[in-house]
């Protein structure tokens, strides 16, 4: 479960998903722990954690995007309840997720402990955003409605794309084929597809894929950073 610290010149500490929370096995209970084992943790994997190792404190955080709101990419989202700190998402993700808790139709891949009114909600709508200088969110939906990846354009390490699970991991993205059940619209991840790998082409982009373990230890992890 992979979270992205960006130090912005203008906007600050900016934090790309949460991870699943702290004391997630408990929260989720045993039927979905099974699909998401925990094998070798320790405590300085906690999101709060990690982001000391780069010398801030998870209160440093000026903005939080999120690129799904399923509960192993959203569940973090508790350590910013009763802040004003804006939490970002799509607006067809803040709506599917909201009505699925609410009616219990995808209650299990979404959960009310984080899905709640004191959390600062700033929803965007549209293809494409440019967020922040340098950083671009692109609507990607297939997997869940309002599923967005992040674009980061970097001075000397080039451009970034952080798939969040558009891409779960690296054999999704190479063999052109959909994710099973996991993916709820083949059409359009189909069409969120294309145009990721249009964006890899004439970006050169190196892509971070939502559980890929193997891909994510190729590069440098918290405290080194690419600038």
Partial sequence: MISVLISHPEEGLILF???????????????LVDLFAREGYTEDMELDAQIKLTGNDIKDVKAVIIGHLHLDHAGGLEQFRGTDIPIYTHELELKH???SVASKTDLGLY???YLQF??????FVGASLGFARGIFLHHCPGHTPGLCIAQINLQ????WVITSDQYIVQENYDSLA???WLTRDHHSWSQSNQMIHFLQ???????????DREVLMRYKLAPEFYD
């Fill in 178 to 180: 959909t994710q099973g």
């Fill in 201 to 211: 082409k004439t970006t050169d982009a190196k892509l971070i894929f939502g559980h």
């Fill in 97 to 99: 997720a909201f009505y």
């Fill in 156 to 159: 000397n390490s080039g451009t």
């Fill in 17 to 31: 998903e949460t991870g699943a929370g702290k004391d997630y096995p408990e929260v989720w209970g045993p039927q």
């Fill in 111 to 113: 959960l009310p402990s």
């Fill in 118 to 123: 004191d959390l600062n909600w700033k929803p």
